[in-house]
C-alpha cells in the first residue's frame, strides 16, 4: 500500500541547533513528496517539495529536505532552529497521477529557548 | 494576491443536521480539495474538485458531498451530522495539475454538540 510515515509525534531542540524532522514514504512508482507546516489554528503552509532532480531542496523559511531513493526518506531540516519555527509539520506525498496528497501523521516541532 | 478563503470560521450544529462549507480558491487555480482533519485521525482526504466535476473522493460515507461552482469555489455538504464528524475542515486549491503544490485556507471548525 502507498503511504507515508513521519516516526516522531515530536521532536525537541534547542533554539540555535539544528533540527531534523523525519518523513519515509512507501510507493510504486516516483513520488511528489511535500513539506507543509500548520501553526496553531491555521491551515497548511507549503514549505519545499521534491520532483526531480537534485537531492537537496531549499523551501521557506531556511528550511531544506534531502530526498533519499535508496531509504524512501524526506527528511526536513533546518540548520539552525528558532522559537517560531516550533509547530506541526506534515510530510506528504502525491503519487503519480492521482492528484490525491497522502499525509504524514505529523511531528510537533518543540524549539525551546 | 489573496489566498485560498474558507468560510464560516466556526460551526456548531447538532446531530442529525445538516452543514454546509465553502471554499474560494486562489485565483486562477482551478482545482479544489477537501480534507478532515480530526482530532487523533491526522489530515483525511475527502473530495477532489476540477473544472466542475467531481475527480477523485477519499474514504467517507455518501453524506459527504460537495459541488463545484462554474467560478470554481466550492462547497461541501455534510448531511445527518454524526458526533464524530467534528474536526478542522481544510480546502486547497491548485493550479493544473501534476507537481504544483497544494495551497491550504485556515479551515471551519466544525462542532457538533
Known amino acids: 500500500a502507498q503511504s507515508v510515515a513521519q516516526p516522531e509525534d515530536q521532536v525537541n531542540v534547542a533554539e540555535g541547533n539544528p533540527l531534523t524532522v523525519k518523513c519515509t514514504y512507501s510507493v510504486s512508482g516516483n513520488p511528489y513528496l511535500f513539506w507543509y507546516v500548520q501553526y496553531p489554528n491555521r491551515g497548511l503552509q507549503f514549505l519545499l517539495k521534491y520532483i526531480t532532480g537534485d537531492n537537496l531542496v531549499k523551501g521557506s523559511y531556511g528550511f531544506e529536505a534531502e530526498f533519499n531513493k535508496s531509504q524512501t526518506s524526506f527528511h526536513l531540516k533546518k540548520p539552525s532552529a528558532l522559537v517560531s519555527d516550533s509547530a506541526l509539520y506534515f510530510c506528504?506525498?502525491?503519487?503519480?497521477?492521482?492528484?490525491?496528497?497522502?499525509f504524514g501523521t505529523g511531528t510537533r516541532l518543540q524549539v525551546f529557548p | 494576491e489573496a489566498g485560498v478563503t474558507q468560510s464560516p470560521t466556526h460551526l456548531i450544529k447538532t446531530r442529525g443536521q445538516q452543514a454546509t462549507l465553502r471554499c474560494s480558491p486562489i485565483?486562477?487555480?482551478?482545482?479544489v480539495y477537501w480534507y478532515q482533519q480530526a482530532l487523533g485521525l491526522g489530515l483525511q482526504f475527502l473530495l477532489w474538485y476540477d473544472e466542475g466535476e467531481e475527480r477523485n473522493r477519499g474514504n467517507f460515507p455518501p453524506r459527504f458531498s460537495g459541488r463545484q461552482f462554474p467560478n470554481y469555489s466550492s462547497e461541501l455538504n455534510v448531511n445527518a451530522l454524526e458526533l464524530e464528524d467534528s474536526a478542522l475542515y481544510l480546502c486547497a486549491s491548485r493550479f493544473d495539475r501534476g507537481n504544483q503544490p497544494q495551497h491550504f485556507g485556515d479551515g471551519t471548525r466544525l462542532s457538533i454538540l
Open positions: 506528504a506525498v502525491i503519487f503519480y497521477n492521482t492528484d490525491k496528497l497522502i
Open positions: 485565483s486562477g487555480h482551478t482545482s
